[in-house]
């Protein structure tokens, strides 16, 4: 039975997961990227990733990049978190190594996809975010991405809500620098005990969250909203109703009707990519 392979490549580590033609994990692999050193060593563990996890049935690799991507030309564009590989033909690269057709896509977008297939995926319009050390989201209307005029649909991460990008008050690093607060496994231990006594210093964060969703329901007319992530699952889950609530408070006069899920699951950007691979 073929199967494919997903990768998502972050600053830290690269993930590699084989899917059967279920989207049923067989197995998987995590090295590190090694970012600060030369493209040679960061290419080099990719490969030897992809290498441990294919069979003799692999058919495609899919990649998910947090990052602009040209995934026409399977290259990358920029490459924040991963600056040695600026540019980089990714896609080239790895068909000329392993022998195996690969996909590029931005890793949002590719969350946005695979979530949508576990969550909903009879959803007509999908927003996938993800809120983790940025944020970044994919649109998926009736099981295709939005990809936009040049590429670049869903950076909604940098719109801007009181004189700041959304990045600044909602991922990871925002929460901490903001609030002193760690967005983590370990913080998410303790956060309920500590909720009512962190809701006054988090007011204006939750209206700021609440009129970023608000607009962008009001622009997409989604019927199911997928917040993945690490700041996502780790901390702003456990104020899903005051988000819920604070943002149907901003709709009040305006038609609007869509589910709020938070997504659980590790690495659904990797599933993602492998999806997408069946689609070439």
Not at 36 to 60: H, M, Y
Not at 216 to 238: E, S
Request: proline fraction near 4%.
């Amino acid at each position: 039975m073929m199967n494919t392979l997903g990768v998502d490549i972050g600053g830290t580590k690269i993930y590699v997961a084989r899917y059967n033609a279920n989207m049923k994990l067989e197995a998987e692999t995590k090295v590190l990227t090694q970012a600060d050193k030369p493209k040679e060593e960061t290419l080099n563990n990719l490969i030897q990733a992809i290498e441990e996890v294919r069979d003799e049935n692999t058919k495609s690799v899919g990649i998910a990049w947090a990052g602009f991507v040209d995934s026409e030309k399977g290259r990358i564009v920029k490459a924040p978190n991963v600056p040695n590989l600026d540019g980089f033909a990714l896609c080239e690269y790895i068909t000329d190594k392993i022998k195996l057709p690969s996909f590029i896509e931005n890793d949002a977008r590719a969350f946005a996809f695979g979530a949508r297939q576990s969550v909903e995926p009879n959803s007509k319009i999908t927003l996938g975010i993800i809120l983790g050390t940025g944020v970044g989201s994919g649109i998926v209307i009736e099981g295709q991405i939005l990809k936009g005029a040049h590429g670049y649909a869903g950076e909604i991460g940098h719109m801007v809500v009181q004189q700041k990008e959304i990045e600044a008050w909602l991922s990871g690093p925002g929460i901490k620098k903001h609030l002193g607060l760690d967005a983590s496994t370990q913080f998410s231990e303790i956060l309920p005990k500590q909720k009512q006594s962190l809701l006054p210093p988090l007011e204006n964060h939750l209206n700021i969250f609440a009129q970023w969703l608000s607009g962008l329901v009001l622009t997409f007319d989604p019927d199911t909203i997928i917040l993945g992530g690490g700041a996502a699952r780790y901390f702003w889950q456990h104020f899903e109703a005051e988000i819920i609530n604070r943002t149907n408070d901003q709709l009040e006069n305006y038609p609007h009707d869509f589910q709020l899920h938070f997504y659980n699951q590790n690495n659904a950007g990797a599933a993602g990519a492998a999806a997408l691979c069946r689609l070439k």
